[in-house]
């Protein structure tokens, strides 16, 4: 957590990940991240991975340092709460679909400077998940081996248009306090994710060729880079990506005379050319791969550190959670009282601001635990007709 954001106030009415994200990013810079839910919480309040009392940690990980009200936005006076929080602030991001109560022209109406950050699916305004957005962008055809696809777990479109929001929100108030005009940031995840492809030559690659790029499985393309198994069994990933790095391998593995062999049977030199190493792998591998078997882990992990040559073994979630260095002695991670009541190193911000002091990590709310504070400073509603609210079931509190 840093205090760079102190007097930005932002309302959020999302679910799920990639909108609870910008929301997060946010908070963690400082900023005042309002979220609002249905009492009781939202679509995504149990989602998986929960606890035996049915807490999720998916939820209470993804809303940190946020405030929480709760509204029954089944009723038009809990609708019209939340459209009177967004005016009042002026930020807004939701995943809410385009039209309806939580439009940007509606709720411009009262607020013509108001930014909305809307994340959706498709920019049509059709639903879309992470895991299908992917698999239209045809990654899952270039993973693993084949034929079959291969899905990958990780929700990295959502993650990408989670922070693009929080940047494209920074823009868009940029913009406001050099024109006065506020507007709406429409973000599909089917644009983040056909964007990243292009930024990365995807699109340009596979027209260029005419074709697909061929499945690699754990081989990098257009690097020296794969997984190998040393001779105690620990499989390790190898990337090579300058000559230094290449250079050091070599000696690290005494290799250099079978891998010069190579070179003049191909009439070749791999000491700076990234391409070359790629296309003869099929004589480099079995090189390397009997090389790397007849050497423990240890042995060439102190070898391959000192030459600056990058590597990590294969290892499951548990085993970095329970890495000092990725955890217990990471500066991003810290202690809070959860409200699952689970107590386990929680994150704040990932950055490291050397010139600021960095605070530690701030819980999730409990739904609908700021209810009562947000309408009074925000609405200026006097206590009586909070209390009002709340006994109809408009308000919801903790």
């Known amino acids: 957590m840093y205090n760079l954001l102190p007097n930005l106030s932002v309302i959020e009415a999302s679910s799920f990940v990639a909108s609870p994200t910008a929301g997060l990013y946010l908070a963690q810079m400082g900023a005042e991240v309002i979220r609002v839910d249905q009492i009781g919480g939202g679509p995504d309040f149990r989602r998986w991975p929960v606890t035996e009392n049915n807490d999720s940690l998916y939820w209470e990980n993804l809303n940190r340092a946020k405030k929480s009200v709760a509204l029954d936005l089944g009723r038009p006076e809990g609708r019209e709460l939340l459209q009177a929080l967004v005016r009042a602030t002026g930020q807004f991001v939701t995943n809410f679909p385009v039209g309806g109560f939580l439009s940007h022209e509606l709720l411009a109406e009262g607020r013509p400077d108001l930014i909305t950050v809307r994340v959706m699916g498709w920019a049509d305004g059709s639903p879309a998940l992470d895991y299908t957005v992917n698999n239209a962008v045809g990654y899952p055809m270039l993973t693993g081996n084949g034929?079959?696809?291969?899905?990958?777990?990780?929700?990295?479109?959502?993650?990408?248009?989670?922070?693009?929001?929080?940047?494209?929100?920074?823009?868009?108030?940029?913009?406001?306090?050099?024109?006065?005009?506020?507007?709406?940031?429409?973000?599909?995840?089917?644009?983040?994710?056909?964007?990243?492809?292009?930024?990365?030559?995807?699109?340009?690659?596979?027209?260029?060729?005419?074709?697909?790029?061929?499945?690699?499985?754990?081989?990098?393309?257009?690097?020296?880079?794969?997984?190998?198994?040393?001779?105690?069994?620990?499989?390790?990933?190898?990337?090579?990506?300058?000559?230094?790095?290449?250079?050091?391998?070599?000696?690290?593995?005494?290799?250099?005379?079978?891998?010069?062999?190579?070179?003049a049977a191909r009439g070749v030199s791999f000491a700076k050319d990234d391409g070359l190493r790629f296309d003869h792998r099929d004589a480099l591998y079995p090189l390397f791969e009997k090389a790397i078997a007849a050497r423990d882990h240890a042995d060439l992990a102190g070898a391959f550190d000192a030459g600056g040559i990058v590597h990590s073994p294969y290892r499951t979630m548990l085993d970095a959670a329970n890495d000092p260095a990725l955890v217990a002695d990471n500066p991003i991670f810290g202690a809070v009282e959860n409200p699952s009541g689970f107590t386990y190193p929680a994150a704040g911000a990932f950055a490291t601001i050397p010139q600021a002091d960095r605070l530690p990590p701030a819980p999730a709310p409990r739904n609908g635990a700021h209810s009562e504070e947000v309408l009074a400073e925000r609405l200026s509603l006097p206590s009586g007709e909070i209390a009002r609210l709340i006994d109809a079931g408009i308000v919801g509190v903790t």
């Open 147 to 263: 034929p079959e696809p291969v899905n990958h777990v990780l929700p990295a479109w959502d993650l990408l248009t989670g922070a693009y929001a929080a940047f494209a929100l920074m823009a868009a108030i940029q913009r406001r306090s050099a024109t006065g005009e506020g507007g709406e940031v429409r973000l599909p995840l089917s644009d983040i994710a056909i964007g990243t492809v292009a930024n990365l030559g995807g699109i340009a690659e596979v027209m260029y060729g005419g074709a697909n790029r061929p499945r690699l499985g754990n081989a990098v393309y257009g690097l020296f880079g794969r997984d190998f198994v040393t001779r105690d069994g620990e499989r390790t990933m190898i990337v090579v990506v300058t000559p230094r790095q290449w250079a050091n391998l070599i000696i690290a593995l005494d290799v250099g005379d079978a891998v010069a062999a190579i070179e």
